[in-house]
């Protein structure tokens, strides 16, 4: 069954912070800034891009944008081709900052491959969850930015699973990001290969203090965010980054590096807490942070189909 032309999916999807603290390649948080989508059929193979707003000038306008090799990639994995398609973007997550980018454009070319393929094949949450992993390489990134919430991603047997849950209304995000960017390749090839038992169990147990500080009981959050695994050996490579982080956890705030970094989450137990984290943070006149005051999302990404567009 072909797509048939003028059929158009548009797709929202949220940032997301990984790691937390302690919970490397494992936890991972939905945030309330949003890329947006839509995708319609074409008659013909053509393929059209227009993409606006954040990291625009930097992103390909053929088949190697990531939406669209994820969408390719959907198509592939349920035997059917991808038709021609007009892809209009707006992105408004920051681009290699630590919040979750690329495994937003991995998500919204899923579920606008969902979108065009309603009524033929369904690509269910398990199967999304699979392909984005594959694509992403991780599950920590793409679980909460297609489901919400705060999530726990493992990987077994039968692949690629996520557990949300939701978070207690206390805790209140704050992010800083910086003008500079962070490769995520280039941020793992610090990590040594091999960790001290002692490191593993102090990861194993603030991780296990995060959930119930996320979950129940904010005034944790300071402990439960403490790291041994990846922060610091990534510190060389992002000073500022790093100079924040311990000036913020000076002060009582619980703040960690978002995802591979620059960006740093602070995890407010309540907004006054993330204004007066704000006020500090802005004293760092050396180094300009973009503050942006978040919410959680709990929706994770989402789509919806009609039958406009013009073809």
């Given at each position: 069954?072909?797509?048939?032309?003028?059929?158009?999916?548009?797709?929202?999807?949220?940032?997301?912070?990984?790691?937390?603290?302690?919970?490397?390649?494992?936890?991972?948080?939905?945030?309330?800034?949003?890329?947006?989508?839509?995708?319609?059929?074409?008659?013909?193979?053509?393929?059209?891009?227009?993409?606006?707003?954040?990291?625009?000038?930097?992103?390909?306008?053929?088949?190697?944008?990531?939406?669209?090799?994820?969408?390719?990639?959907?198509?592939?994995?349920?035997?059917?081709?991808?038709?021609?398609?007009?892809?209009?973007?707006?992105?408004?997550i920051p681009h290699g900052r630590g919040m979750g980018s690329s495994g937003a454009a991995v998500v919204s070319g899923l579920l606008a491959a969902k979108g065009l393929l309603e009524g033929d094949v369904e690509l269910g949450p398990d199967l999304l969850l699979r392909l984005a992993t594959e694509l992403e390489g991780h599950?920590?990134?793409?679980?909460?930015?297609?489901?919400?919430?705060?999530?726990?991603?493992?990987?077994?047997?039968?692949?690629?699973?996520?557990?949300?849950?939701?978070?207690?209304?206390?805790?209140?995000?704050?992010?800083?990001?910086?003008?500079?960017?962070?490769?995520?390749?280039?941020?793992?090839?610090?990590?040594?290969?091999?960790?001290?038992?002692?490191?593993?169990?102090?990861?194993?147990?603030?991780?296990?203090?995060?959930?119930?500080?996320?979950?129940?009981?904010?005034?944790?959050?300071?402990?439960?965010?403490?790291?041994?695994?990846?922060?610091?050996?990534?510190?060389?490579?992002?000073?500022?980054?790093?100079?924040?982080?311990?000036?913020?956890?000076?002060?009582?705030?619980?703040?960690?590096?978002?995802?591979?970094?620059?960006?740093?989450?602070?995890?407010?137990?309540?907004?006054?807490?993330?204004?007066?984290?704000?006020?500090?943070?802005?004293?760092?006149?050396?180094?300009?942070?973009?503050?942006?005051?978040?919410?959680?999302?709990?929706?994770?990404?989402?789509?919806?189909?009609?039958?406009?567009?013009?073809?």
């Amino acid at each position: 069954m072909s797509v048939p032309p003028g059929r158009r999916a548009v797709v929202r999807v949220p940032a997301t912070s990984a790691n937390l603290g302690p919970g490397f390649d494992t936890l991972g948080l939905a945030l309330s800034v949003y890329d947006e989508v839509t995708v319609t059929a074409l008659a013909d193979d053509r393929l059209e891009i227009e993409v606006t707003g954040a990291g625009a000038d930097g992103v390909p306008r053929d088949a190697s944008h990531l939406v669209v090799r994820a969408m390719a990639y959907a198509f592939e994995a349920v035997s059917r081709t991808l038709p021609g398609i007009r892809l209009e973007a707006h992105n408004v997550i920051p681009h290699g900052r630590g919040m979750g980018s690329s495994g937003a454009a991995v998500v919204s070319g899923l579920l606008a491959a969902k979108g065009l393929l309603e009524g033929d094949v369904e690509l269910g949450p398990d199967l999304l969850l699979r392909l984005a992993t594959e694509l992403e390489g991780h599950p920590d990134n793409v679980a909460p930015a297609l489901f919400g919430g705060l999530t726990i991603a493992w990987v077994d047997e039968l692949g690629p699973q996520h557990k949300k849950l939701l978070v207690h209304r206390g805790v209140s995000p704050i992010v800083f990001v910086p003008e500079f960017t962070m490769s995520t390749s280039v941020a793992r090839s610090l990590q040594p290969l091999q960790v001290s038992r002692e490191d593993a169990v102090f990861n194993v147990s603030r991780s296990a203090l995060l959930i119930a500080a996320l979950t129940q009981s904010p005034e944790l959050l300071m402990a439960a965010t403490e790291d041994k695994l990846h922060q610091n050996y990534r510190a060389a490579a992002m000073p500022e980054t790093d100079l924040l982080v311990r000036e913020l956890r000076a002060a009582g705030f619980p703040a960690v590096v978002s995802g591979a970094g620059p960006s740093v989450l602070v995890l407010a137990d309540g907004p006054g807490r993330r204004l007066e984290a704000a006020a500090l943070a802005a004293t760092r006149t050396e180094t300009p942070w973009e503050a942006l005051m978040l919410a959680v999302d709990v929706r994770g990404g989402t789509v919806n189909t009609d039958a406009e567009g013009a073809s």
